[in-house]
């Protein structure tokens, strides 16, 4: 019911830019937090960014915190987020999900809150 879609994965260099997107529902976006994971071969899911569903405010980890950017636009259904300054332990598969247990973000959160994962989109980061 209602997953999401991520789109954009591809791969980049050292120091470059990449968008994903995740697609949702609009009853999605309106009552639950977004948050976007990644997860490396060998390697725990891991917390990049959550956007709030009440207010658009936003939180990251402090491994992307300056080079990631969680938005959304509510026209398009869609979450982005934006990339930059990559480096190669960004390299991992990258999942949108919905956070069943909150509309605002305390932190990205723990996976076991989040619900509605999408299939992941990957990112390799390479020259």
């Known amino acids: 019911q209602g997953q999401l879609v991520e789109s954009g994965g591809g791969l980049v260099q050292p120091g470059g830019s990449l968008r994903l997107s995740c697609l949702a529902s609009?009853?999605?976006?309106?009552?639950?937090?977004i948050g976007w994971f990644r997860q490396a071969p060998g390697k725990e899911r891991e917390g990049v960014a959550c956007?709030?569903?009440?207010?658009?405010?936003?939180v990251y980890a402090d491994s992307v915190k300056g080079r990631f950017t969680i938005s959304k636009d509510n026209a398009k259904n869609t979450v982005y987020l934006q990339m930059s300054g990559l480096k190669p332990e960004d390299a991992a598969v990258y999942y949108c999900?919905?956070?069943?247990?909150?509309?605002?973000?305390?932190?990205?959160?723990?996976?076991?809150?989040?619900?509605?994962w999408g299939q992941g989109t990957q990112v390799p980061v390479s020259s």
């Open positions: 999900a919905a956070n069943l247990m909150r509309r605002s973000c305390i932190g990205v959160g723990p996976s076991h809150e989040y619900g509605r």
């Open positions: 956007i709030s569903s009440s207010d658009g405010s936003s």
């Open positions: 609009r009853y999605t976006l309106a009552d639950y937090a």
